[in-house]
């Protein structure tokens, strides 16, 4: 893609070395920070990954894919992991955002979130994982770990490969996300590099996401139905409207205040006035 678009208007020469023949390696070789990742997805892609490796060990099931001789198991597992989380967290995941479902999941104790698993050798080295990858989330969400956890930041890949390491002996149905492999193997190479921002939480996509809440919710509500030009027309015009400053300004309306009939001051009423509490 990056061949064909060619962004930069590099010369034949130019493609050739950066893509190093595509025959032979089908990966062109980019610098560190255009491995770069973000928080909020980062916590989102493995918050799911999580998710899918409690569900099946709460369903006793070593098959990563969903076949037709698991998916009963699976899906009566997910059933009852969902309830457990509902009734022990308070929270429904059907009906939550992604990046705040994954906060939750990670910020819950493990001997809540691991309760059904019934194989408790199993349990304490998923434990353990979970342990190692909450120890990594916190360098990634960090805005300066190199001044605020400079060591975390030293041990960071060290981490890294003792969680991957345990995830195959332990977990070895499992397949491997794209966002896995970049927060074992980038995260500390971003961190590090001397032309990069110092930081993968800089990078945290929590305002895109709350522009896409606001699409959605312009696109169900407010817009046409049955006409797709029409809807994204509506959409834009309201993403346009919402931001005018000029907009913005005359919709700054005054709330009405309450008014005392008794001694005409604004902030309260005839019944809690201080002169009729004073004559009283």
């Known amino acids: 893609e990056i061949l064909r678009v060619n962004p930069n208007a590099l010369s034949e020469n ?26 909020t997805h980062a916590d989102i892609n493995l ?12 369903a006793g ?3 990563w894919e969903l076949t ?17 989380m509902k009734c022990n967290c308070g929270i429904n995941p059907q009906l939550m955002m992604p990046g705040n479902y994954a906060r939750t999941l990670f910020e819950t104790p493990h001997s809540v979130l691991l309760e059904h698993i ?3 050798v199993r349990k304490e080295n998923l434990s353990s994982i979970l342990n190692i990858f909450l120890h990594l989330r916190k360098v990634y969400r960090c805005k300066d770990p190199l001044t605020e956890c400079p060591f975390d930041v030293q041990n960071y ?8 390491a345990l995830l195959l002996q332990h977990f070895d149905y499992v397949e491997w996300p794209n966002y896995l492999h970049k927060v074992i193997e980038h995260v500390q190479q971003l961190i590090e590099d001397p032309n990069g921002p110092g930081s993968v939480g800089a990078f945290s996509s929590e305002g895109n996401e709350a522009g896409n ?6 696109r169900k509500n407010l817009s046409r139905r049955g006409n797709t030009y029409g809807s994204l027309c509506d959409v834009l015009k309201l993403h346009w409207l919402y931001s005018s400053k000029a ?14 009939s008794l001694c005409f001051t604004s902030g309260h009423n005839k019944r809690t006035c201080p002169l009729l509490n004073t004559s009283l």
């Open 213 to 218: 809440k606001l699409f959605r919710h312009f």
């Open 247 to 260: 907009l913005f300004k005359l919709a700054e309306v005054e709330h009405k205040k309450v008014r005392c």
């Open 118 to 120: 019934s194989d408790s």
């Open 47 to 58: 918050g799911q990954f999580f998710k899918k490796i409690i569900v099946r060990e709460i």
């Open 157 to 164: 890949k060290k981490c890294a490969v003792e969680m991957g």
């Open 14 to 39: 130019e493609l050739k070395k950066i893509s190093k023949g595509v025959k032979c390696a089908p990966l062109s070789k980019i610098e560190p920070i255009q491995k770069g990742i973000d928080a």
């Open 68 to 84: 037709q001789d698991v998916k009963p198991l699976v899906q009566n597992a997910e059933f009852l992991f969902d309830q457990h």
């Open 61 to 63: 099931v070593t098959k």
